[in-house]
């Protein structure tokens, strides 16, 4: 195996680069409340301290939807839907126990239909018969009629012959 022990070294500071405390700057210094959202005043591994934009630490939470109300058009079709369903089902007991009346009914109208037919074939017949009774022993009287007239507006002439 491999000997997983590390040597630690250490880097020695060299003060003569940096002084020991930092005088006053000469530029006006910011106030807190003048410093941009996000922007926070950190200090550098070298000591200097500076403002710098900072990252959070945790991410950020996305917002909660609010409840939406429900429309109003969603409810009334939730409501009339059971309505809507009782109602043809109401309607379908209601034809099952009307259904031996109907096919009765029905059975009646085609015999009135049959009836009226009948009657319609049968009253020239019975019409043609009842006059040829009682005309039985004369003749037929028979007019004629001749009309002329001359020009659009002329006068119109006619005769009526008797026979």
Do not use: C
Not at 60 to 86: E, F, M
Request: hydrophobic share 40%; charged share 5%.
């Amino acid at each position: 195996m491999h000997d997983s022990t590390y040597t630690i070294t250490t880097h020695a500071p060299h003060t003569t680069d940096r002084p020991a405390y930092f005088p006053a700057p000469a530029d006006p210094v910011m106030l807190p409340s003048e410093i941009p959202p996000g922007v926070q005043m950190v200090t550098l591994p070298g000591g200097i301290r500076t403002l710098a934009y900072t990252q959070p630490t945790t991410p950020p939470v996305p917002p909660v939807p609010a409840a939406q109300p429900i429309p109003a058009w969603a409810k009334t079709t939730a409501l009339l839907a059971p309505t809507v369903g009782g109602g043809i089902a109401a309607a379908g007991i209601g034809l099952s126990y009307a259904a031996p009346g109907l096919i009765a009914m029905t059975q009646a109208l085609w015999s009135a239909v049959a009836l009226i037919a009948a009657g319609i074939i049968a009253a020239p017949l019975v019409l043609r018969t009842a006059r040829s009774g009682t005309n039985s022993g004369q003749s037929t009287t028979h007019i004629t009629q001749n009309i002329t007239a001359s020009g659009m507006f002329g006068r119109a002439n006619g005769t009526i012959n008797h026979r």
